[in-house]
């Protein structure tokens, strides 16, 4: 059965339903402290038993020859002219019938390889239980070709492409998802608790969720390698790819996603409370949110970010990456040209409904920019809980804010710590004060003698850092 919330037990409240503007409160509160703005027929051939052997012998050609043009696969990433082999398995011809025919026999005979065919679309058009495709509940791989499409037809009910039921684990390999619908979760794909989703050298473009995931929605284990996630659209959280499980993004692009709604999070990538999201080698470009973390926005969550460049993604706090407690790892990455409307252009780290835990290492932040208030390059907040930020062997220059235009830190309810270790602060900008970095009843360890230098900032280096010239 595909249901619009499969997750057994209550599920946790995440932080922003009901609290309308509860990141916006102590932003006003603190002004006055500190004088700053903070802020679907059965196959007509018998099936053989074997998982992954032929259920049918199908000589059909493609009745169609639908080449569609649009997002591809992030061939830049996957490496153009791989030879990556599929593995062999029933030919499934160009009819939309048909595969799902082949989808219904594979999960009652426990798993199958379908190859679908090149050069064709596969138009949905009746609704299953809220998707277009039967649910997969034993493991099945989808291959498909140059220009293979499984898409939602126009003017039809609205209902996402798939989704992946408990004990299902699907293989999406050279396809691309589009034009899912949902009222609920997951517009091309949901993925519910126990159950497996692998994309790999695919797209799932241009898809909509009421609710959260508008490309994906994870509950369970999705990994992408290879693959773009691109032009989708949630209403709450997670434009691209929605996590309340595990999910590994490996070498992909997550591109151009959009969250819509005002208190949303997570316009390329969402991550909810227990949640753990590792990403490696891959970009995330072009993404949008109305409030919380414009490519990355998660809470209370285990985010990895390595060897990735986040850029030119916006949101009003955190335009590159925001994390509201819980731990962000960022490694050898490139976080550029980002855009908070309120404040951290770069990185926003907030400790309000739990500690926060950051290290950054080898990594630059260069060029965000957060003109309406505070921490042009990275924010700290410890609002109510403590939050404590290592920074290594990390560039942060040219970013501009009103204040701290390197880094903002600040402690209310909690402590708030930054440590640098070898890091250059250099040419930032503050319209205000603190182009370097702004240290507002917290404590920020510049540790010279490892090497960290904070210069050539406007118009001043540092405001309440011990050891800093001003």
Not at 282 to 310: E, M, Q, Y
Not at 443 to 448: E, K, Q
Request: with cysteine; net charge neutral.
């Amino acid at each position: 059965m595909n249901h619009q919330d499969h997750t057994p037990g209550p599920k946790p409240v995440r932080p922003d339903q009901g609290r309308a503007g509860v990141r916006w409160r102590w932003t006003v509160g603190l002004a006055g402290v500190t004088g700053l703005a903070l802020t679907t027929v059965g196959l007509a051939a018998p099936a053989a038993d074997a998982v992954g052997r032929p259920l049918a012998s199908v000589n059909e050609q493609p009745s169609v020859d639908d080449r569609h043009s649009g997002d591809e696969p992030d061939k830049g990433k996957s490496g153009k002219g791989r030879k990556g082999k599929k593995p062999e398995g029933i030919p499934v011809p160009c009819d939309a019938d048909k595969l799902i025919a082949a989808i219904t026999l594979a999960n009652a005979r426990g798993g199958a390889v379908l190859d679908l065919a090149e050069k064709c679309t596969y138009t949905l058009t009746a609704n299953i239980d809220g998707a277009g495709l039967p649910a997969i509940t034993t493991p099945i791989t989808l291959n498909g070709g140059k220009h293979t499409v499984i898409t939602r037809a126009a003017a039809v009910d609205d209902f996402r492409i798939i989704a992946v039921d408990v004990g299902g684990d699907l293989t999406l390999n050279h396809l691309k998802i589009t034009g899912g619908q949902a009222d609920g979760d997951g517009g091309g794909v949901l993925v519910n608790a126990g159950g497996a989703l692998t994309v790999k050298d695919s797209a799932v473009t241009r898809n909509i969720a009421s609710s959260r995931g508008g490309g994906i929605a994870n509950d369970g284990i999705t990994t992408t390698k290879h693959s773009t996630i691109s032009r989708n659209i949630a209403e709450s959280t997670g434009g691209g790819v929605d996590n309340d499980g595990l999910l590994t993004v490996e070498k992909s692009s997550v591109t151009a996603n959009t969250v819509n709604n005002a208190l949303s999070f997570g316009g390329g990538i969402g991550g909810s409370p227990g949640s753990t999201t590792l990403v490696t080698g891959s970009t995330i470009s072009g993404n949008r949110t109305g409030d919380a973390g414009g490519g990355v926005g998660s809470f209370n969550a285990t985010v990895t970010l390595t060897d990735s460049t986040i850029t030119n993604n916006t949101g009003s706090n955190g335009g590159g990456v925001f994390a509201e407690g819980g731990m962000l790892t960022v490694r050898r990455v490139t976080a550029t040209d980002n855009t908070a409307a309120l404040q951290g252009g770069g990185l926003s780290i907030q400790a309000l409904t739990e500690a926060a835990v950051v290290t950054v290492e080898d990594s630059k932040i260069a060029g965000n920019v957060a003109p309406g208030a505070n921490g042009g390059g990275i924010v700290n907040s410890a609002l109510s809980f403590d939050s404590t930020v290592v920074v290594r062997d990390t560039f942060i220059t040219t970013n501009q804010s009103v204040s701290g235009g390197g880094i903002f830190n600040i402690g209310v309810g909690g402590v708030a710590t930054v440590t640098l270790f070898n890091t250059k602060i250099v040419k930032n900008i503050a319209t205000g004060n603190g182009g370097g970095i702004l240290n507002a009843f917290g404590t920020v360890n510049l540790n010279p003698a490892t090497g960290t230098v904070v210069v050539k900032n406007r118009p001043n280096n540092c405001v309440n850092v011990p050891g800093c010239a001003g």
